[in-house]
């Protein structure tokens, strides 16, 4: 079975620009979350999706950053203008309907910011 | 306070020894508890659960203990291909899941 699918897996880019990470959940999966991992400040949550609808998104560092989900099998998050201080890894994670919180990661995408 | 705590390590220790890592969280009213490991440049993974009457699954022993608002990760017989780091994890309900920053274990030959 396909885990969670996140593209690119790599994306550097110059300060100032666009950058849009996008993401596939496990099919069947209602919840979605994405998360910043940095050595400074560990895996931080940004915002989770359930059932396509913004749950919580108080761990969006600034309106620079904004994420959609349109349909139950995709996602984006998208940084605009993006700054060097972003560069992380980008998780994305879903989760299925049910009692269990288990969490399934995609492989992340690992942004450069010049 | 983080709401989650863990000692960074990383711990270095020879193949065949038994290792434990420990946890803290803030939250009294936390509800659920994991441990997820985490392999070099990887993704996340869940390790397992963590249930208030311990458990145990092949060399590694989970505990619980909602007095102490502790948790902790028992390794039996390490193996090389435990080295990794390894994640305490929280859900108090309010966010989703609160990760720690994670305790880094070497095994060595």
């Known amino acids: 079975d396909a885990g969670v699918i996140q593209s690119p897996r790599h994306e550097v880019t110059e300060m100032g620009q666009e950058v849009t990470l996008r993401c596939k959940p496990i099919?069947?999966?209602?919840?979605l979350f994405w998360y910043r991992q940095t050595m400074m400040r560990g895996l931080e949550l940004l915002i989770y999706?359930?059932?396509?609808?913004?749950?919580?998104d108080s761990g969006m560092p600034e309106d620079r950053f904004s994420a959609k989900m349109p349909n139950a099998s995709f996602s984006t998050l998208k940084i605009q203008p993006s700054e060097p201080r972003d560069s992380a890894v980008y998780f994305c994670?879903?989760?299925?309907?049910?009692?269990?919180?288990?969490?399934?990661f995609g492989p992340g995408t690992r942004l450069t910011v010049l | 306070r983080k709401e989650v705590e863990q000692d960074p390590g990383p711990f270095n220790v020879p193949e065949g020894a038994t290792v434990a890592f420990n946890c803290t969280y803030s939250n009294s009213a936390s509800q659920s508890f994991f441990w997820y490991r985490q392999d070099c440049r990887k993704e996340p993974k869940l390790l397992m659960s963590?249930?208030?009457s311990g458990n145990e699954d092949g060399r590694f022993t989970a505990q619980l203990n909602r007095a102490s608002q502790y948790i902790s990760l028992l390794i039996r017989d390490s193996k090389l291909s435990d080295s990794a780091t390894y994640l305490c994890?929280?859900?108090?309900?309010?966010?989703?899941?609160?990760f720690g920053s994670g305790t880094r274990l070497q095994v060595q030959p």
């Open positions: 994670a879903s989760r299925g309907p049910g009692s269990t919180d288990t969490q399934y």
């Open positions: 099919s069947g999966h209602n919840s």
């Open positions: 999706f359930n059932n396509n609808v913004p749950i919580d």
């Open positions: 963590v249930y208030s």
């Open positions: 994890v929280v859900n108090s309900g309010r966010r989703a899941l609160t």
